[in-house]
């Protein structure tokens, strides 16, 4: 009788491409269509730089998606640790000779574009996790020796990013790091006592924030504090939210957007844009392609044999979750605003790249769900 590796092994590219999750591949596509649609009224209406790279950076990144599909298990799981070290000499590289702007330093100039290693730590750390605590006993994961590490590999990231200064992903970068230690059994005593640790270190936290971070922070508490400075942003958001009503004004029609009422529109508030246009049944639609995407990548963990891979499949399920969540939260003031983007609706190479890796890895563990990773 065959062994399961050997079955995997003699699989050939027909049984590969039948082994595709179809709904996931589905959503992602209708997903990527309608950023396209809102990253064009973006632009007025017009083919111009924002819409372009938007629609190139899709297309070329949902090919990497499926390039990735068909990449082994086993291969994401030999090569975590060796992943995460990248990204993070990448981070280090950031800190020295990154690009500089609005006051941030987060970008490495790699000449055909610019990265943001942030947001490839995002899935660096929550593989190397997923391969740490793959084959520790559940017993054992409670011990100190075997939290060390843990908390050394999400720490150091999320201080580097944090300093750039981008607290949002350096608090993203640590959720999707928290998520796999709480699904793989880590008692929630530590997370409790951490929490405790975190509150009373606060106050020194706060003394360490640039002054627009520490605005942000006091605008969310009363976003009417300033109405044309810092709670402008917030304000326009909601107006032009709530402007959409139950169908939206209409495809490129936003007043808001339209008369430049709305900063960061092809951002950070793709959302607000779309709200505004297509109203509440068109956020719900897009909504729901994120309920389907989260729910298949669960089903995908359910699947797969491996502990890697599930703890893999579950924990990036929570982080897009997380990255859904804290977007249309910022833009509804109902967290301050942090620079979340929105999962392959935002403008951005980067976050676009990140998140397709990602779920070309939840597909991978999808097409070799009965390989052993040991």
Same mark, same amino acid.
């Given at each position: 009788?065959?062994?399961?590796?050997?079955?995997?092994?003699?699989?050939? @590219?027909?049984?590969?491409? !039948?082994?595709?999750?179809? $709904? +996931? %591949?589905?959503?992602?596509?209708? =997903? *990527?269509?309608?950023?396209?649609?809102?990253?064009?009224?973006?632009?007025?209406?017009?083919?111009?730089?924002?819409?372009?790279?938007?629609?190139?950076?899709?297309?070329?990144?949902?090919?990497?998606?499926?390039?990735?599909?068909?990449?082994?298990?086993?291969?994401?799981?030999?090569?975590?640790?060796?992943?995460?070290?990248?990204?993070?000499?990448?981070?280090?590289?950031?800190?020295?000779?990154?690009?500089?702007?609005?006051?941030?330093?987060?970008?490495?100039?790699?000449?055909?574009?610019?990265?943001?290693?942030?947001?490839?730590?995002?899935?660096?750390?929550?593989?190397?996790?997923?391969?740490?605590?793959?084959?520790?006993?559940?017993?054992?994961?409670?011990?100190?020796?075997?939290?060390? @590490?843990?908390?050394?590999? !999400?720490?150091?990231?999320? $201080? +580097? %990013?944090?300093?750039?200064?981008? =607290? *949002?992903?350096?608090?993203?970068?640590?959720?999707?790091?928290?998520?796999?230690?709480?699904?793989?059994?880590?008692?929630?005593?530590?997370?409790?006592?951490?929490?405790?640790?975190?509150?009373?270190?606060?106050?020194?936290?706060?003394?360490?924030?640039?002054?627009?971070?520490?605005?942000?922070?006091?605008?969310?508490?009363?976003?009417?504090?300033?109405?044309?400075?810092?709670?402008?942003?917030?304000?326009?958001?909601?107006?032009?939210?709530?402007?959409?009503?139950?169908?939206?004004?209409?495809?490129?029609?936003?007043?808001?957007?339209?008369?430049?009422?709305?900063?960061?529109?092809?951002?950070?508030?793709?959302?607000?844009?779309?709200?505004?246009?297509?109203?509440?049944?068109?956020?719900?639609?897009?909504?729901?392609?994120?309920?389907?995407?989260?729910?298949?990548?669960?089903?995908?963990?359910?699947?797969?044999?491996?502990?890697?891979?599930?703890?893999?499949?579950?924990?990036?399920?929570?982080?897009?979750?997380?990255?859904?969540?804290?977007?249309?939260?910022?833009?509804?003031?109902?967290?301050?605003?942090?620079?979340?983007?929105?999962?392959?609706?935002?403008?951005?190479?980067?976050?676009?790249?990140?998140?397709?890796?990602?779920?070309?890895?939840?597909?991978?563990?999808?097409?070799?769900?009965?390989?052993?990773?040991?």
């Amino acid at each position: 009788m065959l062994q399961p590796r050997s079955i995997q092994s003699s699989q050939s @590219v027909k049984d590969k491409i !039948l082994s595709l999750d179809y $709904i +996931l %591949v589905i959503s992602v596509l209708l =997903l *990527g269509i309608t950023s396209m649609f809102a990253m064009y009224s973006t632009d007025g209406g017009e083919f111009k730089y924002h819409t372009n790279s938007h629609i190139l950076r899709f297309f070329v990144f949902f090919g990497m998606f499926f390039v990735v599909s068909f990449i082994s298990i086993r291969f994401w799981h030999e090569t975590s640790y060796f992943f995460y070290i990248g990204v993070f000499i990448l981070l280090l590289g950031v800190k020295y000779f990154g690009l500089t702007s609005s006051g941030s330093k987060r970008w490495l100039d790699l000449y055909f574009m610019n990265l943001q290693p942030s947001e490839l730590m995002k899935i660096g750390l929550i593989l190397f996790l997923a391969k740490y605590y793959h084959r520790i006993s559940i017993e054992s994961i409670n011990s100190i020796k075997y939290l060390f @590490v843990p908390i050394t590999v !999400l720490i150091a990231p999320v $201080i +580097l %990013v944090a300093t750039q200064p981008d =607290l *949002g992903t350096s608090i993203l970068i640590a959720a999707g790091g928290i998520a796999v230690a709480w699904l793989a059994g880590v008692r929630a005593k530590f997370f409790v006592f951490s929490a405790f640790a975190m509150l009373a270190l606060l106050p020194i936290a706060i003394s360490f924030l640039k002054p627009y971070q520490k605005s942000r922070i006091l605008t969310f508490l009363n976003p009417e504090r300033d109405p044309l400075g810092a709670g402008y942003q917030i304000i326009q958001s909601k107006i032009a939210i709530g402007s959409g009503g139950l169908f939206g004004k209409g495809f490129l029609n936003g007043s808001q957007s339209y008369l430049d009422y709305l900063p960061e529109k092809h951002t950070d508030f793709i959302f607000t844009l779309f709200s505004e246009e297509f109203g509440f049944f068109g956020s719900l639609f897009i909504l729901l392609l994120y309920v389907v995407i989260i729910s298949r990548i669960i089903r995908v963990g359910n699947m797969t044999r491996s502990n890697f891979g599930k703890l893999y499949c579950y924990s990036f399920a929570t982080a897009f979750f997380l990255y859904v969540a804290v977007n249309m939260m910022m833009v509804l003031g109902l967290l301050p605003i942090v620079g979340s983007p929105l999962p392959i609706m935002s403008y951005g190479g980067s976050s676009m790249m990140a998140i397709m890796l990602g779920l070309g890895i939840v597909m991978s563990c999808k097409i070799y769900k009965d390989v052993p990773v040991n």
